[in-house]
């Protein structure tokens, strides 16, 4: 009896006793332990897999945030690429327009019967042309001009390139735009035109200054017929004291001569010497701006009279 040990149970039946070996006891507390160790085990493994379930969930939102940005970088790039070609058809219509109005398959010495009857010419016309397009000198005081051709060019370093013309003038004479445009270049550089300043105008046109002393505008900026550019001087390689002047149309270099004569005089003389361009194509793309210009005024009027 010595291994048995007696278990009494009383309730209000009376009592019962049971006779249980100890071996049971051990039993129990095992079973007991284990379910414990059990629990206890199933608790970790839960808080283990809640943060495992957390790590995730922070993933995910990490990826999507990623996603989300990835998506609107994407949809970004999809709206300038689209913005782009928007613009490359525009460009390309301005092009295909431009070629219209000069014959590029011809030389532009090659001299065409110009269309354009002087009588037709509008004075709005004329004055927009000589507003919006280089004509007369960029400098007010200088000593000669002389075709580029009679010295070295900067650039290729040979003789006989007849691109444009230099003025010899003083260092630091003041140098002004011919026409209305935007500063397309700025450089301040040493060699080659040295310092200069390109500017680019309506309708295809574009205008140089180069071997400046002093530049007076930056890059981006709209400037006026008649505003201050630079001053004129010796940089990069020039034969001393000068201002290197172009007149280029759709990249093609012009007759500078033509331009700084021109005036608002000699309109038939200057479109009979610039033959090749198509000015009659031209001054109609003006007198749609006249016309809008005439609703506009009207319209205006209207308005302030109440009507």
């Not at 608790?43 to 897999?49: A, I, N, P, T, W």
């Not at 390309?92 to 011809?106: Q, W």
């Not at 301040?188 to 105008?201: A, C, W």
């Not at 033959?275 to 016309?291: F, G, N, P, T, V």
């Amino acid at each position: 009896m010595k291994n048995r040990f007696l278990l009494s149970v009383v309730d209000c039946d009376g009592s019962r006793q049971f006779n249980i070996h100890k071996n049971a006891k051990k039993i129990f507390l095992a079973f007991t332990l284990g379910v414990v160790l059990m629990i206890g085990a199933g608790f970790v493994l839960m808080y283990y897999l809640m943060g495992e379930i957390v790590d995730i969930s922070h993933s995910k939102e990490t990826m999507l945030e990623k996603y989300r940005y990835i998506y609107a970088q994407n949809q970004t790039l999809k709206d300038r690429i689209n913005l782009k070609s928007n613009e490359l058809i525009e460009v390309s219509k301005k092009v295909e327009d431009l070629e219209e109005i000069v014959n590029l398959g011809k030389n532009t010495d090659e001299v065409v019967a110009s269309p354009v009857e002087i009588d037709s010419v509008s004075a709005f016309q004329k004055q927009i042309l000589l507003q919006v397009i280089p004509n007369g000198n960029p400098l007010q005081d200088f000593t000669k001009i002389v075709s580029s051709s009679q010295r070295i060019h900067p650039l290729k370093n040979i003789t006989g390139i007849a691109s444009g013309v230099d003025y010899i003038v003083a260092v630091d004479t003041p140098v002004y735009a011919t026409a209305d445009g935007i500063v397309d270049l700025v450089r301040n550089g040493n060699s080659g035109y040295g310092r200069f300043v390109k500017i680019v105008h309506s309708y295809g046109f574009s205008s140089m200054y180069a071997h400046l002393s002093k530049i007076a505008v930056k890059r981006g900026a709209f400037v006026q017929k008649g505003q201050l550019l630079g001053y004129s001087g010796n940089s990069g390689n020039s034969a001393g004291a000068r201002l290197y002047y172009e007149i280029r149309f759709l990249g093609g270099y012009q007759n500078a001569m033509d331009y700084i004569s021109w005036n608002g005089g000699n309109f038939e003389s200057f479109f009979k010497n610039t033959a090749h361009i198509k000015w009659a194509s031209l001054l109609w793309a003006i007198e749609d701006l006249s016309q809008l210009r005439t609703y506009r005024l009207d319209y205006q009027g209207k308005t302030d009279a109440g009507l």
